[in-house]
Every structure is written in C-alpha cells, then in structure tokens.
C-alpha cells in the first residue's frame, strides 16, 4: 500500500486558496512552459515535439517543464499554482483534473476551439473529449485514448503450444490460459499457491495484473453490473451487487485459488512490466502505457489481445489531454501549441514513440498509429476497444478514491482477505470521499 494522503491534503490546501490562480495571463514575452511526465521514450517524443512546432514557427519557444512522476507533477502543479507562477499548459489523465477543475484552475477552451482553423471537435473520438469536459465546457483537449489490453509473450505461447488469446475470449478462458501458461524452471505446468514453497514457485507467470479499481472497472461493467451507484454523481462503489462480487471474487481467486499472479513479495522485487520484459510473465494486462517500454524487447515476439469478456465487451477509457491554467501568462501562445500538438501532425509525432492511441480519428487509423514496422502487430485491438470504453466518475475526488481502494484491493489479492470484510471496508473508506467531491 502507497498511501499519498499528505499529496492529497496539499493539493486541497494550495488549490482551496488560490482558487482560479492570478492575474489575467493574457500575454507575456516568456517562453510557453508545458508540465509533463514520463518514461525517458516519451519524454524524448514531447521535445521532438517542441522542436517540430519551433521550427515550423521560427521565434516561438516552448519550455518542457519534466515531472518525474505523475505524484511530482500533480504536486509541482498545486504549489505552482499557490505560488502565482503555474505552467501555462499541462497535460493530465481524466481521472485526475478533476481536483483542479472543481477549483478553478482550468481555463476553458470553448471559445478558441470555435474560432479554431486547426481543431474541430468531429475529428476526435468523443469518449475523450467529453472525459475532460465540466460544468459544460471543454476544458482540456484529449491527445488520447486508449483501454487496458492483455499483452502476451507470444514467443513463449509457440513454445509451450498454448493457444494464443483472440477476439471474444472469456474470463474462464482467461483463467485456463493463465493456469496454462504458469510454469516451473524445466518449463512444466504447474499451480502454485501462496501455501507452497519457495521452490516450487513458478519461473514464469501466467498473468499480471494490477489490483486497482481501474483494473477491476471494466470486468464489473462487462458482468452487467455498475461501479458506482450513479455515474453522474456518485455516492458510493456498488460491489456489493452480484456483479461487482462476481468480478472481485474472480480477480482475487487468480492468486488465491489459481496461483497465476506473482505474489505481494515477488511484485515487490520485479514489477510486471519488467517481469514481462524480462520473459517471466506471459501476459499482462495494461494499457498503451506499457508499449514504449516494450518496444525495446529484443528477446522474444509480443503482442496485443482484447480484454476477455464476461457478457458482453466493455473497456476502462484511458486518456490525457492538454489543459491550460487560468494563472497562464502567455494564453495565446499557449494555444497556438496546444493547436499544433493536438491537430494531425502533433499526434502523429507522438504516435510515433507507440505511447498514445491517437485521439484525432484520421491519425489513430493511419500508419502512423497502425504500420507494422514496430510491435504491437494487432495494434487495431486499442481501436476496437474504443466504442466499448466507458469512462470513470468525474469526481474531484476520484484520486482519493483510488488511493483508498488499492491498499485494500491490495491486501484482498495477495493476503485473500474475506470478500464480505473487503467490500465493507471499501464502502466504508470511500463513502466519505465521494460526499466531499464535486462533479462536472
């Protein structure tokens, strides 16, 4: 468990007093500053970025501004934003601005996507575009959209001759194939449980996959069932309902029944996505995300398969826009970036790194995005998946929630906690955070 409550509690105590951040913004003759994150891939994607657009407009200057996390950057955008002096541009997940929204700090888009040459609203997915829209306004502009896939080591499938995962697989095909795939050091099948012994614990995983109620959405809403009691205002998580046990049962059982995930200690000293890179796991359950990484796997063949399936086929949206800070002291340069970054050459410069599923339409379904020069070869899964994406509650909220659920979600996987004890533990920690969180 990683609990972030002094993060959580900074940001309510810098944003409650800053409100809608400081002066007017409307021009300066400093450089444009974007706040981002990530893996050195991307981070190189975004100045290749910056220079495009600086030397298609000679004279401008954008400043990358590098989080080392998503943590830092949430917490460098808070005090930034106290201090008076807040990037003019950031970029951030859907399940995250929602802090910043309810405050204030955002500056609506709506009036220079109307007058826009560059951006029109038809040429993305709407699943993102709404994502970041509260209170009726588009606040931010979504640079992707994605769902969680299950990435497999297809390399070891042909060796071990277990069928590879395809289109409209189930959750008990799941299961069976993880079970199939989870062998010992001489590369026999084996069912390791938490009670056998070091020894007999297997050299390569079946599966991993995070405990998180991001992780466990889709299977909720795939079983029939709904996450939250209301998805326009929610109150409470609703895993009480047979489909929210049937899902979390189902996903604490592939370590306490199934033995098919790494345990708390070996998650511990390798994570999935290195365990995967590094050829003992067989599959893994993410998103986009994990493609950079993966990219630079020489030792074996990956791919991309769909989310198996309960009743019918639902994905979690995963999606960061851009957003622009109401404090911004250079607004129209700002946009002018923020045009260039999000219309069609922008995207296909950081499409190129595989992070992102495009949210501009034409670009996702271009070979920018789909050409088989690099992995995943089924990259058209992430497009698949895109009309069944729902998203998660906009709640200012939600990263509290998130935060509160995992160590508990955590503790059910690895330690197999009664199931009656973990839902009641979850509503009892959450309830709190959804009755203090504002909506859009």
Excluded at 22 to 50: K, Q
Excluded at 59 to 72: C, F, P
Excluded at 265 to 280: I, K, L, P, Q, Y
Aim: hydrophobic letters at 40%.
């Amino acid at each position: 468990m990683r609990p972030k409550a002094l993060l959580a509690l900074l940001l309510s105590a810098v944003l409650f007093v800053t409100g809608c951040g400081s002066g007017s913004g409307s021009s300066s003759d400093g450089p444009v500053r974007l706040l981002v994150f990530g893996a050195p891939e991307e981070l190189a994607a975004y100045r290749t970025l910056v220079e495009a657009y600086e030397k298609a407009r000679p004279g401008t200057d954008v400043q990358l501004v590098e989080a080392s996390d998503r943590k830092d950057l949430l917490a460098r955008l808070a005090t930034s934003v106290a201090g008076g002096a807040p990037p003019d541009l950031f970029l951030m997940n859907y399940r995250f601005y929602g802090q910043f929204a309810a405050k204030n700090v955002i500056e609506p888009l709506d009036d220079r996507i109307a007058a826009s040459q560059a951006v029109d609203p038809a040429d993305y997915y709407p699943v993102a575009m709404d994502a970041f829209k509260w209170g009726g306004k588009q606040l931010c502009l979504p640079q992707n959209v994605s769902s969680l896939a299950v990435y497999y080591n297809r390399t070891l499938f042909q060796k071990y001759g277990v069928p590879e995962p395809k289109a409209g697989w189930t959750w008990n095909d799941l299961v069976g194939t993880a079970t199939a795939m989870t062998r010992d050091a001489r590369g026999a099948a084996i069912r390791a449980t938490e009670s056998e012994g070091a020894a007999q614990r297997p050299a390569v995983h079946g599966l991993g996959v995070e405990p998180s109620i991001i992780r466990l959405a889709p299977f909720v809403w795939s079983s029939g069932g709904q996450l939250v009691d209301d998805p326009d205002r929610p109150t409470r998580l609703t895993l009480d309902t047979p489909a929210g046990r049937e899902a979390l049962k189902n996903l604490v059982d592939l370590r306490q029944a199934y033995g098919v995930v790494p345990t708390d200690e070996e998650v511990e000293a390798e994570d999935d996505e290195s365990r995967f890179a590094n050829g003992r796991l067989a599959m893994l359950m993410s998103s986009r995300r994990a493609t950079t990484t993966f990219r630079s796997i020489t030792g074996f063949e990956w791919d991309v398969a769909p989310l198996p399936i309960y009743k019918e086929q639902v994905g979690v949206l995963h999606s960061d826009a851009y957003c622009m800070t109401r404090g911004a002291k250079n607004k129209e340069a700002a946009w002018k970036f923020l045009e260039f970054a999000i219309a069609e050459e922008g995207q296909r410069i950081i499409a190129a790194t595989g992070r992102t599923v495009p949210s501009h339409i034409a670009v996702s379904q271009s070979p920018a995005f789909l050409g088989p020069a690099q992995p995943p070869r089924s990259a058209k899964v992430f497009l698949d998946a895109i009309p069944t994406v729902r998203a998660l509650p906009t709640v200012s909220t939600w990263p509290e929630i998130e935060d509160a659920t995992s160590g508990i979600l955590e503790n059910a996987l690895y330690r197999g906690d009664r199931l009656d004890d973990v839902i009641r533990e979850l509503d009892q920690q959450t309830r709190p955070l959804f009755a203090r969180g504002e909506h859009g």
